[in-house]
């Protein structure tokens, strides 16, 4: 199990933007791939986006898709999801995943939490007027 923290999260209101962070201790995050994942109260954790090993290529869901960036840090070994134009439907718990498999971010399988073997606590969003 790697050391996963995410952080960024708030309350913001519609419209708005945020980043999320995921930062890790005692690994290099460029050698993973990385998801965002959230889950709402009541619904199933969803994947969000998802950037490969070496930033190689990258993927988002079609509900954050066009308003979302997903970007590495490599300096601070972070990797870093910014959400503009926020809805109230954004509104979950967010987490921060690793993955050693080059496939994790594909189409089919950035969205299946099983392909991601470490995670983080997560940072709460929270998108209300």
């Known amino acids: 199990q790697l050391n996963i923290v995410e952080s960024g999260g708030g309350l913001v209101h519609p419209g708005g933007s945020l980043t999320l962070s995921c930062a890790a201790s005692g690994f290099t995050l460029d050698s993973y791939a990385i998801g965002w994942f959230r889950q709402a109260p009541g619904k199933e954790r969803e994947g969000v986006s998802c950037i490969s090993i070496s930033s190689i290529y990258v993927n988002y869901a079609d509900s954050v898709k066009g308003r979302s960036t997903i970007s590495r840090d490599n300096a601070k070994n972070m990797v870093n999801l910014q959400i503009n134009n926020l809805k109230p439907e954004d509104t979950a718990v967010y987490f921060c995943?690793?993955?050693?498999?080059?496939?994790?971010?594909?189409?089919?399988?950035?969205?299946?939490?099983?392909?991601?073997?470490?995670w983080g606590q997560g940072t709460q969003v929270t998108v209300s007027s």
């Open positions: 995943a690793a993955s050693t498999a080059r496939y994790a971010c594909g189409d089919i399988y950035f969205h299946r939490t099983d392909i991601f073997t470490s």
